[in-house]
């Protein structure tokens, strides 16, 4: 998070119009769940598409540039089956979304400032939205939607720390709302994205996702009188105080940040199989039946959504609970509650997929609700605290960039779980599925070694935070 010193007017930052919190909260909040609401209609739909449709002869000799893709694909997993095809793509394009915030927060740092470039971003997601209605410029969307993620992601939500003053307690329950706000928009998304996608054409789920992100750009301009200003501005006209340089004993800790990236990663894989691996395996194996009808597959990611949403406000209400009887753990502690948590829930796929195997039938429903629950119980735990630690630890001044850092074990989860997805052609479900819990145990492990022996600088205490 970005220092927040002379970013926005003093009596903005003591807005409390907006549930407690300044008016800005509201418009970024809302022109961010617009912008996932797009995000997760689109990612609800790709790989059921391309397995379904895209891929398939007739089809995918239309998509420009799928020969070369294919041949990189191949280059570094050998043959692939369609399945496997629409894994790498799905995996390499989650991975990357994740990557470029690092360079729309560089973009918005030293050239564009923040509200040209989150309007940069928001513009070309709407874009990449409507050109993926149609097959020919398929990888052109993908591309479109990849540049603005990159543009819009990590800024706006540096945006949201730049509305308080440092050591503001609010910054911690604005987050809260921001991301409930975003795991609403999760729940709607696959509902009428995912449902017109599958009953109606590809192309009306698309549409629908380019619409919701047109919403979203007009929410966002409608509010940047209520932004704050924005640091690039700032500096030039010599109005800031910001530190440009790190600090003593800032060095230690961002190293430590980094290195824990790659152990963040192993600890969601298993919860970005959900929108990859998961649901085509659920569509082949699953009894989707609610009520003895059948439902869309794409309904199950708004199961997702739901539990998620609910197990996150839990938490904040048990842990509010909790600090007035004990002390609340630290934000690593979560951490490997939440790891450790969801390891259960994909043991529950594993279960499943071992009694389907045993006696021939479907894997039941019950058993993918038990993932979707006790996942959501460990993910609604361990995510925000890693966003809150980060957020906490990151020095003022590269604090825009560290964002975007953050985001980087989303990239490298994504294209793990795009490669891993191939194997589940390969191997048993019940193997692949405790695959998955041995990685997101190992992380939860691994995070308790990491608070044992360099827990001093994890909770150390910024004063610009």
Not at 97 to 106: A, H, K, Q, S
Not at 139 to 151: W, Y
Not at 199 to 218: C, D, Q, R, S, T
Request: glycine content about 12%; overall charge positive.
């Amino acid at each position: 998070m970005t220092s927040v010193t002379q970013n926005t007017p003093i009596d903005a930052r003591d807005d409390r119009v907006f549930l407690g919190h300044p008016r800005g909260l509201a418009y970024l909040s809302f022109a961010e769940v617009w912008e996932r609401f797009s995000y997760y209609g689109m990612q609800t739909l790709l790989v059921l598409y391309m397995v379904r449709q895209l891929l398939l002869p007739g089809h995918v000799e239309n998509v420009a540039g799928i020969n070369g893709l294919r041949a990189f694909v191949e280059s570094m997993y050998g043959p692939v089956s369609v399945q496997a095809f629409a894994s790498a793509i799905f995996g390499l394009y989650t991975g990357l979304v994740y990557l470029t915030p690092i360079f729309g927060g560089l973009i918005a740092d030293r050239v564009l400032g923040r509200k040209m470039t989150v309007t940069i971003g928001a513009i070309l997601m709407t874009i990449g939205h409507f050109l993926m209605a149609f097959e020919m410029p398929f990888l052109l969307a993908l591309l479109c939607l990849l540049f603005g993620v990159g543009c819009f992601k990590g800024n706006i939500a540096s945006q949201v720390g730049a509305l308080y003053k440092p050591g503001d307690l609010r910054v911690t329950s604005a987050f809260q709302i921001y991301y409930i706000g975003i795991n609403a928009s999760v729940i709607i998304a696959p509902l009428v994205c995912g449902t017109l996608g599958e009953l109606v054409g590809w192309h009306w789920g698309f549409g629908a996702a380019g619409i919701g992100m047109l919403i979203g750009l007009f929410v966002y301009r409608a509010g940047s009188g209520y932004l704050p200003a924005d640091p690039l501005i700032e500096r030039r006209a010599g109005r800031t105080g910001a530190p440009t340089k790190l600090r003593k004993g800032e060095g230690k800790t961002l190293t430590l940040l980094v290195v824990l990236l790659p152990v963040l990663a192993l600890g969601v894989v298993a919860n970005q199989q959900i929108f990859n691996a998961y649901i085509v395996w659920a569509d082949q194996s699953g009894s989707l039946r609610l009520f003895g009808y059948p439902f869309p597959t794409t309904w199950l990611i708004t199961l997702d959504a739901i539990t998620s949403t609910g197990f996150l406000l839990g938490w904040v209400v048990f842990w509010r609970w909790w600090s007035k009887k004990r002390t609340e753990p630290n934000e690593i502690t979560k951490m490997a509650i939440g790891y450790i948590s969801s390891v259960s829930g994909v043991l529950a796929l594993a279960a499943g997929a071992f009694i389907s195997q045993q006696t021939g039938e479907k894997v039941g429903m019950l058993w993918l609700v038990a993932f979707h629950v006790l996942n959501s119980i460990g993910f609604g735990n361990a995510f925000p605290a890693a966003l809150a630690l980060y957020s906490r630890l990151s020095p003022p001044a590269i604090g825009a960039t560290m964002m975007g850092v953050f985001y980087l074990h989303f990239f490298v989860a994504n294209n793990l779980a795009g490669r891993l997805g191939g194997f589940l052609e390969k191997m048993s479900a019940t193997d692949f599925w405790l695959m998955h819990a041995a990685m997101v145990g190992f992380a939860g492990i691994v995070v308790l070694i990491v608070r044992q022996f360099f827990g001093h600088l994890l909770l150390a205490r910024n004063e610009a935070h």
